[in-house]
């Protein structure tokens, strides 16, 4: 999980990073470069390999979250 947070420069879902916000101080998604489910395979010797599989909305459109 903490490899998936690095790797993505986005803030999404569990965590949060301050050079992606927006002004208000929301977090700001990516989905250009970031709209899949990862999981990372374990291969040895500190070596991990990145799987994904693409998420495609039919019916709703996914949105940038605001509590304000």
Same mark, same amino acid.
């Given at each position: =999980?903490? %490899? /998936?947070?690095?790797?993505? $420069?986005?803030?999404?879902? &569990?965590?949060f990073?301050?050079?992606?916000?927006?002004? /208000? &101080? @929301?977090a700001l998604?990516? /989905? +250009?470069?970031? =709209?899949?489910? *990862? *999981?990372? $395979?374990? #291969? &040895? @010797?500190?070596?991990?390999?990145?799987?994904?599989?693409?998420? #495609?909305? +039919?019916?709703? %459109?996914?949105?940038?979250? #605001?509590? %304000?």
């Open positions: =999980m903490c %490899k /998936d947070a690095l790797e993505r $420069k986005e803030s999404c879902g &569990g965590h990073r301050e050079e992606s916000q927006t002004e /208000d &101080g @929301e998604r990516n /989905d +250009e470069e970031f =709209m899949y489910v *990862a *999981a990372w $395979k374990y #291969n &040895g @010797e500190s070596s991990w390999e990145l799987e994904k599989e693409p998420l #495609n909305y +039919e019916v709703i %459109k996914p949105s940038q979250r #605001n509590y %304000k």
